[in-house]
């Protein structure tokens, strides 16, 4: 069955510095997202990607974050200068979409990029 | 603001017990609800979808309902195994061009052999 991967799994940064988190979204989505969850709270949006560009913030999506899908396949979550809060597992998720469905909104999820910050 | 309470925050049952986890929501103007499982420190899988419109949708020993107006839905889980240990969310989808979603704390079930 098709799958959402992300890379690293796991990554140690130290505070201040940009870190990447990569993304390849099930090949034949059209709308792609990350959301974030700290440890012990609620998933949490970011951000939603479609057509190329930002569809969708939230108030945690500041000018420390940016998003890329530098070509067919990647989709990457940039963090210019890590905090501390911003330890966290970071999901990337992609759907179908394109239809009013269940099938088209049905949201298929990575297993997650574990961000720790130091 | 949309609010996503899940109810009870755990539950343990033995095997072969039926089971129902709750989902309420503040503001019933949602798009769709959508159940995921979560295992330990993996990924979200999504379970079912139930569109505004829909009041339950079914997969296998799954039911989950949804009562827009009152703002709740359930998921229902016949004869638990101990395989359907893990944490349950919810999440409700604000618009249909609104792709935030917001998450329930979740429901971590525990079945006992």
């Known amino acids: 069955e098709p799958e959402v991967t992300q890379t690293p799994s796991h990554q140690v940064t130290q505070m201040g510095q940009e870190v990447i988190l990569r993304c390849v979204p099930i090949?034949?989505?059209?709308?792609f997202y990350w959301y974030r969850q700290i440890l012990g709270q609620k998933v949490e949006f970011l951000v939603s990607?479609?057509?190329?560009?930002?569809?969708?913030k939230s108030e945690i999506f500041d000018d420390q974050f940016s998003v890329e899908r530098p070509d067919g396949s990647n989709f990457t979550l940039k963090i210019r200068s890590t905090k501390l809060e911003d330890s966290a597992m970071y999901f990337c998720?992609?759907?179908?979409?394109?239809?009013?469905?269940?099938?088209?909104?049905?949201?298929?999820f990575g297993e997650g990029s574990w961000l720790t910050v130091v | 603001k949309q609010e996503v309470t899940q109810i009870p925050a755990a539950l343990s049952v033995p095997e072969g017990e039926n089971l129902v986890l709750n989902c309420s929501f503040t503001?019933?103007?949602?798009?769709?609800l959508q159940w995921f499982r979560q295992d330990p420190g993996k990924g979200l899988t999504s379970l079912l979808l139930?569109?505004?419109?829909?009041r339950e949708q079914t997969s296998g020993r799954l039911n989950a309902s949804l009562d827009k107006s009152s703002g709740r839905s359930t998921l229902y889980i016949a004869a638990s195994q101990p395989g359907d240990s893990a944490t349950y969310l919810c999440?409700?989808?604000?618009?249909?061009?609104?792709?935030?979603?917001?998450f329930g704390a979740g429901t971590r079930l525990t079945v006992k052999p």
């Open positions: 503001d019933s103007a949602i798009y769709n």
């Open positions: 990607f479609y057509n190329n560009e930002i569809s969708e």
């Open positions: 998720a992609s759907t179908p979409g394109g239809a009013r469905t269940v099938s088209g909104n049905t949201i298929y």
């Open positions: 090949s034949n989505h059209l709308y």
């Open positions: 999440a409700v989808q604000l618009g249909d061009d609104n792709n935030d979603m917001r």
């Open positions: 139930i569109q505004s419109s829909q």
